[in-house]
C-alpha cells in the first residue's frame, strides 16, 4: 500500500493542509467518512453527468437495472431516502424512458421498479464510467486494502443500528 496518511508527503502535496490533519478532527472517524463521501461523490457525480445522471438516479437506475424488481419503500429503505425523493428520481428515470414501474407479481398493490432496454444500455456506460473513477479515487489503497475498505464500509451500512434515524 502506498503511504497516504495525512502525515505523508503524498497528502500534504494534494491537500495542502497539512497542519490541520494534526488536529483531532483529523482523527475523528466520522469526518474522515465525511470527508471521503465528499471526494468521492464528487467524482462519482462527475463520472455519471455525462449521462444525464447523479449519484442519487444512478443508485436507483443500478437496483433497476439489477433484477430484483425493488419497490418504492424497498429503494428508499435501502438509499435512506425519504420516499418523495424516491419518486421524484423514479419520475425522472422514467420520464427519460431509463426504468417503467409495474405491478409486483407478489402485490398487485405496490409497484416494482424495473429498467427498460435503454436504461440497461445507460447503465452499463455509466457503471464503466463509475468504475473508472473510482479506481482513480481509491489509487492510494492496494486491491486488498481496497476489498477490505468495502467489507468495512457494508459491516457499518448493513449493521442492524445503520437504519435508525
Not at 55 to 62: F, K, P, Q, T
Request: aromatic content about 4%; charged content about 30%.
Amino acid at each position: 500500500m502506498r503511504n497516504t496518511s495525512p502525515s505523508s508527503p503524498a497528502a500534504r502535496q494534494a491537500d495542502g493542509n497539512d497542519r490541520l490533519w494534526s488536529t483531532s478532527v483529523g482523527e475523528d472517524t466520522a469526518f474522515l467518512l465525511a470527508r471521503a463521501n465528499a471526494i468521492t461523490l464528487a467524482a462519482a457525480n462527475a463520472a455519471v453527468g455525462g449521462f444525464g445522471l447523479k449519484v442519487r438516479s444512478y443508485s436507483v437506475l443500478a437496483l433497476a437495472v439489477s433484477g430484483e424488481r425493488p419497490n418504492q419503500r424497498e429503494l428508499s429503505e435501502f438509499l435512506r431516502l425519504d420516499p418523495s425523493q424516491i419518486v421524484a428520481l423514479i419520475d425522472e428515470l422514467e420520464k427519460r424512458g431509463l426504468v417503467r414501474r409495474e405491478p409486483d407479481v407478489n402485490d398487485r398493490r405496490v409497484n416494482v421498479v424495473v429498467a427498460t432496454d435503454e436504461g440497461r444500455e445507460v447503465y452499463a456506460g455509466a457503471r464503466a464510467a463509475t468504475e473508472r473513477a473510482e479506481a482513480e479515487c481509491f489509487s492510494a489503497l492496494d486491491d486488498d486494502d481496497r476489498d477490505q475498505l468495502k467489507a468495512i464500509l457494508r459491516t457499518l451500512a448493513a449493521a442492524p443500528g445503520a437504519s435508525v434515524g
